[in-house]
Each structure stands twice: as C-alpha cells, then as structure tokens.
C-alpha cells in the first residue's frame, strides 16, 4: 500500500522532513490511477485531517507509475506565497512532521481547489 | 538521523470501546508512529506531551518533553486499513490496542514513549561492571 494526499501542502511538509534522510520530491498522479483501499477507523481520521488516501500498490509501483515530479525546494518557493510564508524548510523528525501538521490545520492551509490546480500544471511543466 | 530519536507513538484520538477482542481493560490509539518501528509487545513506560512548535524555525530543532508520567502500557494488536499487522512502520498511521497501567493517562496529543535515559543498572550483567565513575574501561569480573 502506499500513502498519499490530496493536498500538495501536506505532500511538501513529508518532503521537508524527507530531506533528513537525502534528496527529497514530491511524485503526482491523476486521481483514478491506482485503485484505493476503503479507509478503516484510522483512513478515516486522517482523511479528514491529511486530505490523506492509501493505494492499493507497493511505494516503487506507485514510483514508476507517477506522471509528475518536483523538487521539494521548487514546492515550498511555490507553497510560500498562499501560506504567508508559513513553511519550515526543515522538520525534525517524526514528531516535528506532526507538529507542522497540526499548525497548518490550526492556520487553516490547506490549499483550495484553484491552488492545488495550480500547483498541478506547475508539475506538469517541470516534468514536460 | 533516525538512530538518535526515540520510539514513540504520537496520539491523535483515544477510543475505549470498539467492536474488538482484547478482553480486560484497555484503549484503542488512533495515531502516527514516530521515527522507529512499533512491533506487537512493544512496552511503553512514559506518557508526555510535546511543547508546542509554532514557527517554521522551532520546528528543526528537537521536541521538549512537558507533562511527562510513568506509565507501563503493552501494544497487543495493530491495526491499519481494517487489518491486523503485527508491526507499524515509521511514520506510518495506524490504531494501536494498548493494555496496561496508565491507561487513564493517554488523551488526543499525548506521545507514548520511554524515559530520556535508560536504567544504567548493570547488575544483571554478569561479566562486566565499571570500576569507579572516573574509569573509562570497564573491569571485567
């Protein structure tokens, strides 16, 4: 199974903790590409929480099967702006990446849905 | 990066009653896994909350422990995606079925994990022991 979200915001804050362990991107793929697993209890919490949905395929499928990709620093440069500059570029760990999670929902960030387009054809011109 | 962090589980909701097995006391926590593994078995002997980190900034640096208890709480089941697996990842969500003593304790925000420093009592060891406090080597017996 692979965890994803909806949110480009949410998918830039695991990348900024990502870069603890190397390089850090941030893959997309249409929705509709990969079939989704039914959220139990827990899906169900943070699919409200994370905008988050899990795959029915292993991480390195869903790796090769993405369409888009870009640079966890091309995101935030991008992310910045719609966030009133509300953006760690680094994240300490786990417990940290919980942290941002919670501060961008007390912020109310969560992209709509024009910036997430937005933020959509981005990809789709770095990746073309 | 990820040696030098504790096992924790951070909690997101606590539920008490659930359709499950586990007979006797215990509660369902809703939550993300923190930088290592989370097996079935596993103890957690600290509940603590973490200062809150607001600014970009606060948010590199590592986490203060506030509020913290002593607890003794076992994992006996995981769940995830409506099944059970016997260990969650890091940084994985998923629902842990903890049986023990503190369970009162555990609330929305909590961070189950282990003390700062472990024990440093080392008479269960049979062969080694340090000399004195100032003795870098260690005596063998």
Redesign the interface.
Known sequence: ?T?TTLDPLIATLFAV?CR??GQSIILATPRGRFAE??P????A??RR?ER?V?LDVLPLEFTEGATHEVDVEQAINFLKPLTSD???????????????LD?ALARRLHLPDDSIRHFAAIMRSRSS | MSNNLPTEFLISEVVENTNGSTSGPYRVLIGRCGDHPITVGDTFHRVYRHRPQVRPEELATPPVRESESGICVEVVRIIALNREFPILGQGSTGSLVVQGEGLDLLSPHAVLGQPLEAPTDRSADPTISTTNASSPQPAIR
């Open positions: 199974m965890y903790e603890n362990h697993l039914d139990s209890l827990t899906d919490y943070f929480l988050s899990t509300w953006l760690p570029e680094r994240i300490h760990g786990i417990s940290g990446l919980a942290s941002a501060e």
